[in-house]
C-alpha cells in the first residue's frame, strides 16, 4: 500500500513550457486534491476532484489544468510556465475529509 | 469564508520545554479540525483530528488539543517537546457537509524549533 504518490519528484522549466505532475493514490479514495505550498503562505488549494471524470477549480486555480479520468489518478498541468508558478506541488486525497498527503514535487520555473 | 489563523509564525523552544500552538477558525458552522505537521523535507502527515464527542483530543507523539467551540479555537499543546518535534506545523479546519464545503483550509503554518 503506497498510498499517495508523486511524480516526478523535482523538475526544471524555462518560462513558456509546459508539464503534466502525475498523483496517483491506492486506497480508492473518492476526493483528490493538488495544492502549492509556498513559504509563509501555508497550502493553498489549486484544484480538487470529487470523482472520476469530475473537478472543480480551488482558490488559485488560474494558469493551471486537471484531469481526472481514472479514479487512482488526477493530474496537475501547467500549459505556460511562468516563474510564479516556482513552488512546492502536494497532492492529497480523502475519503472525504481526512486527506492524506503525497511526497511533493519540488518546481523551479527560470 | 472560512479562514484559519495561526497566531505564531516561529516559536524556538528548548529541549523539555511545553508547547501551545493557537489556532483560530472563522466558520459558523459544524466543523471537523486538524494539525498537520511537516517535518523538514517531507510532506504532511496528520497529527490529530477532531469530528465530534470529546473535545480534548490526543494524536500521535504525545501532542494533543482542545476544541473550545465558544471561542472558535482548537490548540495544539504537548507537554514536553523533544528536538525530534522541530516541524512547520499546520492547523486546518472543513466542514462536514462535503462538496467543497469539505475542502481543508489551512492556517499559514508555525515553524517549531527546538533547541537541544
Known amino acids: 500500500n503506497a498510498g499517495v504518490t508523486q511524480t516526478p519528484k523535482f523538475r526544471v522549466l524555462k518560462t513558456g513550457q509546459s508539464m503534466t505532475l502525475l498523483c496517483a493514490q491506492d486506497m480508492n479514495h473518492e476526493y483528490m486534491y493538488w495544492y502549492r505550498q509556498d513559504p509563509g503562505m501555508g497550502l493553498r488549494l489549486i484544484h480538487y476532484s470529487v470523482g472520476e471524470g469530475t473537478t472543480a477549480k480551488g482558490e488559485v486555480p488560474d494558469g493551471y489544468n486537471v484531469s481526472r479520468l481514472k479514479k487512482q489518478n488526477f493530474l496537475l498541468g501547467l500549459e505556460s510556465a511562468a516563474p510564479s508558478q516556482t513552488s512546492v506541488y502536494f497532492c492529497?486525497?480523502?475519503?472525504?475529509?481526512?486527506?492524506?498527503f503525497g511526497p511533493g514535487t519540488r518546481l523551479t520555473v527560470t | 469564508a472560512q479562514s484559519v489563523s495561526q497566531h505564531n509564525h516561529h516559536v524556538i523552544l528548548s529541549e523539555a520545554a511545553s508547547l501551545e500552538l493557537g489556532c483560530n477558525y472563522s466558520y459558523g458552522g459544524t466543523v471537523n479540525l486538524f494539525w498537520y505537521v511537516q517535518y523538514p523535507g517531507q510532506h504532511l502527515q496528520l497529527l490529530l483530528k477532531y469530528f465530534s464527542g470529546d473535545p480534548l483530543v490526543k494524536g500521535i507523539k504525545g501532542f494533543e488539543a482542545e476544541f473550545i467551540k465558544s471561542k472558535f479555537s482548537f490548540n495544539l499543546r504537548k507537554p514536553s517537546v523533544q528536538w525530534s518535534d522541530t516541524a512547520e506545523y499546520f492547523c486546518a479546519v472543513n466542514s462536514p457537509y462535503g462538496g467543497s464545503q469539505g475542502n481543508l483550509i489551512f492556517g499559514k503554518g508555525t515553524k517549531l524549533s527546538v533547541k537541544p
Open positions: 492529497a486525497s480523502s475519503f472525504p475529509h481526512e486527506q492524506y
